[in-house]
């Protein structure tokens, strides 16, 4: 979500005349974009400004610097007196927003005028990670988790706005799009008359444009269904990836934590995702080390995750957040020691299973696409987002190509290129 926001302001800035550039000493306007979902997060970010305090850009000016999204309103009083060399201070990172705050303030973007024919979509960037944002906010209150407190309740922007994007990413020769919500699932719930109506809104999207691999992020077993299993995890042009996170194995977490889902009702979803898609490419986020997890709650996680198989996961240990439910509630008793064993448990785990359940890939032929391109050879990702290294490529960046896969690491492929002509999906050329 943090890089749609940070693609679709670059966007806006580009209809203003500017040029995204690599580093803040080449920049008239830096712009940092904050998350503070784990402490280590807000210590990056605090510490990335302190680094911001000595740059000039090439006319020998500092950069007019702006600090925005969820670190900033919790630590408004202590940015100012620390670094006083941040211009603005903007509480969230939301792109209207944020914009709005840059016409008033920064003084070069108030003298221009913007292109008329702007659209969000008109990213920088052309690989295969081109978003669309169809929920903001989240209405789920996980008792760990900042992000309801930081980007607001759920509003649903509407499908025809949601369709006009996704076309203009495919105008501009984009190979694939992926529809954002942190709920996503949950879209059409916020309208207050109890509605799903995400599987209009991903129909409308598969409808209205010929992307071979339409995504979506991230969804929530309490919001999934078996007609959405069917419907849209079914749908051929929806790619096999499917990211479900569930957290915990222990109902007793799973309830302290707030989640809306049980262990059986993400196995039944999961068990129903994998029948309608045999190739279904599961990955999920594990917490470890929540404050009232016992050992035997942490052993249920971790049965879990070898009874179920992720293909990949996305590991944390515990790390309490101000102003939260849990940091309210739940006293974080356990140790550093305790939550650090038990995350590389789960981490070893997870290196275990993702080789394993990696190798079933080993001489399959896949459409990919390419991301980049040097001299020591081509990187591609897979439609379930995973990269691929090849030694070289025929194709240019963000078209698609078929490679073989010869061997597979933990968390990427190598391959080669087979003959673009045996690619079930054309190269856009
Ligand atoms: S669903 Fe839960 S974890 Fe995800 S953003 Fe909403 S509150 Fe946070």
């Not at 990056?44 to 969820?70: D, E, Q, T, W």
Request: aromatic share 8%; with cysteine.
């Amino acid at each position: 979500m943090n890089v749609a926001d940070v693609d679709d302001i670059s966007a806006r800035l580009n209809a203003y005349g500017g040029r995204r550039v690599e580093s803040p000493e080449e920049a008239d306007l830096v712009l940092v974009n904050t998350c503070m979902v784990r402490k280590k997060a807000e210590d990056k970010a605090m510490s990335y400004f302190g680094g911001l305090k000595h740059a000039r850009n090439a006319a020998g000016r500092p950069p007019f610097i702006v600090a925005m999204g969820c670190v900033v309103p919790r630590n408004q009083q202590k940015i100012r007196e620390t670094y006083p060399h941040i211009d603005l201070l903007v509480n969230y990172s939301d792109p209207d927003l944020v914009m709005n705050q840059l016409m008033e303030q920064f003084e070069p973007l108030a003298a221009s005028a913007m292109d008329d024919d702007f659209s969000p979509a008109m990213t920088t960037s052309i690989g295969s990670q081109n978003f669309v944002t169809a929920i903001r906010g989240c209405n789920h209150r996980c008792s760990f988790c900042v992000v309801p407190w930081a980007r607001g309740p759920q509003r649903d922007e509407p499908i025809d706005k949601i369709v006009a994007e996704a076309r203009e990413h495919e105008l501009r020769g984009a190979p694939d799009v992926t529809i954002l919500g942190q709920s996503i699932m949950a879209y059409g719930k916020s309208s207050g008359d109890g509605s799903q109506r995400f599987i209009e809104m991903m129909e409308a999207v598969l409808e209205n444009t010929s992307f071979p691999w339409v995504r979506f992020l991230t969804s929530l077993a309490c919001d999934m269904t078996d007609e959405i299993c069917e419907r849209i995890i079914a749908h051929p042009r929806i790619t096999p990836l499917l990211h479900l996170p569930i957290q915990s194995g222990s109902d007793k977490v799973l309830s302290d934590m707030r989640r809306k889902h049980d262990v059986a009702t993400y196995r039944r979803m999961v068990e129903k995702a994998r029948s309608v898609r045999p190739d279904l490419y599961l990955t999920t986020d594990i917490l470890v080390g929540f404050p009232t997890e016992t050992e035997a709650d942490y052993r249920e996680t971790y049965a879990l995750m070898e009874e179920i198989g992720f293909d990949d996961a996305f590991m944390f240990a515990y790390s309490e957040r101000p102003g939260t439910h849990s940091a309210r509630h739940f006293p974080d008793m356990l140790s550093r020691e305790v939550k650090i064993r038990r995350l590389s448990e789960v981490i070893e785990l997870q290196r275990r299973t993702s080789a394993e359940r990696s190798r079933r890939y080993i001489g399959e032929e896949l459409d990919v696409v390419i991301e980049a391109v040097n001299e020591e050879g081509a990187v591609a990702r897979t439609s379930f987002n995973k990269p691929i290294y090849m030694p070289g490529t025929a194709r240019q960046v963000g078209e698609y190509s078929r490679a073989r896969i010869m061997t597979v690491r933990v968390s990427a492929f190598t391959g080669e290129e087979i003959s673009v002509e045996h690619a079930a999906i054309p190269a856009r050329v």
